[in-house]
């Protein structure tokens, strides 16, 4: 279950005429007038973030007039502000169940389901929102988000860049249309869109951390480490960045700057094995194999199915003539999906 930060909705209120009201009488007519009061004060409450008391006034609305959809919706609004996503569901729920076409109560629901569990988001939410008239560039954004997640990429990108397209400073958009241009291997393109993300927003440490992983992948070590140091300075606690650096840092040679990266890694996140195996291959290549096969055997102890670090040991155990270890653990490798394994395999079959 993955969740989101959580965002406030976009306050898009208005007063209401009540044509969507049916009913006919005198009782009827009077109230209609009662809810229409109390939905305005509502408004009026929810512009000013008084929540509960926005709530007070809905729940009498549409105690009135049960079938009175809008505020149902901006009920669901002020209970999402109040933490009460639940609820807010509930209400998102009704109003498009009382008027189909107001594109706004689909688009709440699938935005209040990303922030609870994004397992439960519906896209069909997020294209009636676009198809009842809610193009708003966030409605685009939250449907490439979920086939991002989903791992349509290209689908992703077709959004994300309907998104820019409405609003053209739309950092997290660019952000995440470079994530799904790297997921398609089109990396400068990635880099354009981070870079992009940050041009409107310089603090998205992330977006550094992520333009760095491209450029590590088109070989650029150098720009790599200058924006891993610059999410690391964004964010001292961003652990991935510093263990990101740390294997920067390692294909460049530098080995005692790489060590000192992998090290904060496992001080920030001690239980990181990915840092722990980066940490064997530093003392592996300054020579010191027994503490480097001690740090493999400790991450397959956790992670049994990691088959890089059977590779990497497996090279260690070369390297102090164990050939016969070295084999069993490129055998192993091999298993669990590690392709380059099968290289050092044709050496044990000569043996």
């Known amino acids: 279950m993955k969740k989101y930060?959580?965002?406030?909705?976009?306050?898009?209120?208005?007063?209401?005429?009540?044509?969507?009201?049916?009913?006919?009488?005198?009782?009827?007519?009077?109230?209609?007038?009662?809810?229409?009061?109390?939905?305005?004060?509502?408004?009026?409450?929810?512009?000013?973030k008084d929540y509960n008391q926005a709530v007070t006034?809905?729940?009498?609305?549409?105690?009135?007039?049960?079938?009175?959809?809008?505020?149902?919706?901006?009920?669901?609004?002020?209970?999402?502000?109040?933490?009460?996503?639940?609820?807010?569901?509930d209400d998102?729920?009704?109003?498009?169940?009382?008027?189909?076409?107001?594109?706004?109560?689909?688009?709440c629901r699938a935005f209040a389901q990303f922030t609870i569990d994004t397992?439960?988001?519906?896209?069909?939410?997020?294209?009636?929102?676009?198809?009842?008239?809610?193009?708003?560039?966030?409605?685009?954004?939250?449907r490439g988000l979920f086939k991002l997640i989903n791992n349509d990429n290209d689908g992703a990108i077709v959004d994300f860049s309907k998104a820019v397209e409405l609003r053209p400073n739309y950092s997290k958009a660019y952000h995440d249309r470079g994530t799904a241009r790297k997921n398609n291997g089109d990396y400068q393109g990635a880099i354009y869109d981070y870079r992009m993300a940050l041009s409107y927003d310089p603090k998205i440490a992330i977006a550094y951390n992520n333009m760095g992983s491209a450029k590590k992948l088109i070989g650029d070590f150098q720009g790599a480490v200058k924006d891993f140091s610059m999410a690391i300075e964004l964010d001292s606690t961003m652990f991935m960045a510093y263990n990101n650096r740390g294997g920067a840092k390692f294909v460049l040679g530098d080995y005692e700057g790489a060590q000192a990266d992998f090290e904060k890694t496992l001080e920030l996140n001690p239980g990181y094995m990915?840092?722990?195996?980066?940490?064997?291959?530093?003392?592996?290549?300054?020579?010191?194999?027994?503490?480097?096969?001690?740090?493999?055997?400790?991450?397959?102890?956790?992670m049994p199915a990691y088959g890089i670090a059977y590779l990497n040991r497996g090279l260690t155990k070369e390297l102090t003539g164990d050939i016969y270890?070295?084999?069993?653990?490129?055998?192993?490798?091999?298993?669990?999906?590690?392709?380059?394994?099968?290289?050092?395999l044709k050496e044990c079959e000569q043996q």
Request: aromatic residues 14%; hydrophobic residues 40%; negative net charge.
């Open 119 to 142: 397992s439960g988001v519906n896209i069909s939410d997020l294209d009636n929102a676009i198809r009842y008239g809610y193009g708003e560039p966030q409605a685009y954004y939250y």
């Open 5 to 48: 930060s959580f965002l406030l909705f976009s306050v898009f209120l208005c007063a209401v005429a009540f044509s969507q009201v049916g009913g006919t009488g005198e009782d009827t007519n009077k109230k209609r007038k009662q809810a229409e009061q109390m939905y305005n004060q509502a408004v009026d409450f929810l512009l000013k």
């Open 325 to 344: 270890g070295a084999c069993k653990d490129w055998k192993q490798a091999l298993d669990y999906g590690i392709k380059d394994a099968e290289a050092y």
């Open 274 to 302: 990915l840092a722990l195996c980066n940490m064997g291959n530093v003392h592996a290549q300054k020579g010191d194999y027994t503490k480097a096969i001690e740090l493999f055997d400790q991450v397959i102890a956790t």
């Open 92 to 107: 998102f729920t009704k109003a498009t169940e009382l008027d189909p076409t107001i594109g706004e109560a689909y688009f």
């Open 57 to 89: 006034q809905l729940d009498q609305a549409v105690s009135l007039y049960p079938s009175f959809a809008l505020a149902y919706l901006q009920r669901g609004k002020a209970l999402f502000e109040l933490q009460n996503g639940y609820l807010a569901l």
